[in-house]
């Protein structure tokens, strides 16, 4: 098993820029696909950002392209979510996923998302 722990939230104007990190204990991050994920009250979670288990490959959801950024770094176990750009619709809970599914393409659905965690407040406000 893996336990995620994001941190980066916070409250930020229209137009600035935040960077979310997802911390990963227990196992080594290589042995994951790892997503980011946002959530607002009322709606379904929806897709951000993805790497693939190889770290070879990176999608993003058309609404943040060219402007958020998914890294991966083994050596710090961390898998981060640069913001540029921020507007008032980004503003949601991100959730930092994994999961074991090893496929060549980055993983868009939550259902094939194993572990999950808890989630950090992004506020875009001015």
């Known amino acids: 098993q893996v336990q995620l722990v994001e941190s980066g939230g916070g409250l930020v104007q229209p137009g600035g820029s935040l960077r979310l990190s997802c911390a990963a204990s227990e196992r080594a991050i290589s042995n994951y696909a790892m997503g980011w994920f946002r959530q607002t009250p009322g709606k379904e979670r929806e897709f951000v950002a993805g790497v693939t288990w190889s770290g070879g490959r990176t999608d993003y959801a058309d609404f943040v392209k060219g402007r958020f950024t998914i890294s991966r770094n083994t050596a710090n176990n961390t898998v981060a979510l640069r913001m540029n750009s921020l507007k008032l619709e980004d503003t949601a809970i991100y959730y930092c996923?994994?999961?074991?599914?090893?496929?060549?393409?980055?993983?868009?659905?939550?259902?094939?998302?194993?572990?999950w965690g808890q989630g950090t407040q992004v506020t875009v406000s001015a």
């Open positions: 996923a994994a999961t074991t599914w090893r496929r060549l393409w980055v993983i868009r659905t939550t259902d094939e998302y194993n572990y």
